[in-house]
């Protein structure tokens, strides 16, 4: 590691639910749990974030001096796809990251950018866009053991100052959304709140087996996971945290009966 990145306290670990892309201009309870976290977060001197929204074959780290902000969603306001992002990249980072690994080859992306999924949310977290962010992708393909495995080969980055961020939802079914029930506060079918109840029971006992083991879980995890890209940045994030570190929760909350926006803090008392 350069002196850029020199040695730190470790920085704390996040996963975000990241919700509807409107979050980047919409006031909310949740944003505002958003831009509470990050009033509390040390200034990092770096951001690597895995977000639901960049699915490659293999594995890829982006590596530009200044990512785009991408505007990956269809049907929104005008004014979202006008939304700015400018962070830098880093391709130190990215370089420093892809040589961490030694179980599997990291390519360095110079077309990808920010997708939503990174930029929606640390929008809130750092408004002045003055942190530099890079994002690692989700390998379609690979098994959640090579996720977490790949993961805690990251775990150096974190006495670095790079904060590490995994964006998805924990529940996250958009075809049984219920639309109807869009501003109904809470409103969650029976089997979101089963499957949130246990996820959350796995998280706060430190279980990242049987939440790897997801596909075991039972008809409430079938439907609370239809598709694995929102949930493997939570294995990300958990993969992470060392024994005995706080682990919390915050925007606990479910939304439209499909999605939970449930977000966990690690390393945060």
Aim: aromatic fraction near 10%; charge should be negative.
């Amino acid at each position: 590691m350069t002196a850029a990145f020199g040695a730190t306290d470790p920085m704390p670990v996040l996963f975000i639910g990241h919700g509807s892309p409107m979050n980047a201009i919409e006031e909310n309870e949740f944003v505002q749990g958003f831009r509470e976290v990050g009033a509390a977060l040390p200034h990092p001197k770096a951001v690597l974030c895995v977000s639901a929204h960049w699915e490659t074959r293999g594995t890829w780290v982006t590596a530009m001096e200044h990512p785009r902000t991408i505007h990956d969603f269809g049907g929104f306001p005008e004014e979202l796809y006008e939304q700015q992002y400018p962070a830098p990249g880093s391709p130190e980072l990215a370089m420093q990251t892809a040589d961490l690994v030694k179980n599997t080859n990291i390519g360095l992306d110079q077309k990808w950018g920010l997708d939503h999924g990174a930029w929606s949310v640390i929008k809130h977290l750092f408004p002045k866009a003055d942190v530099p962010v890079i994002e690692l992708s989700i390998d379609h393909f690979q098994t959640p053991q090579y996720h977490i495995e790949l993961a805690r080969e990251l775990t150096v980055l974190r006495s670095k100052g790079v904060l590490i961020l995994g964006s998805g939802n924990m529940v996250h079914n958009l075809r049984l959304v219920a639309w109807d029930k869009l501003n109904e506060a809470g409103f969650a079918y029976d089997w979101a709140t089963e499957a949130s109840e246990k996820m959350k029971q796995f998280i706060l006992e430190g279980d990242l087996n049987s939440l790897a083991r997801y596909r075991s879980q039972g008809r409430a995890f079938e439907l609370a996971i239809p598709t694995a890209e929102h949930f493997i940045p939570l294995l990300y994030a958990l993969a992470l945290r060392e024994e005995k570190e706080p682990v919390s929760l915050f925007n606990d909350s479910a939304l439209a009966g499909s999605l939970t926006m449930t977000s966990v803090k690690i390393g945060m008392n």
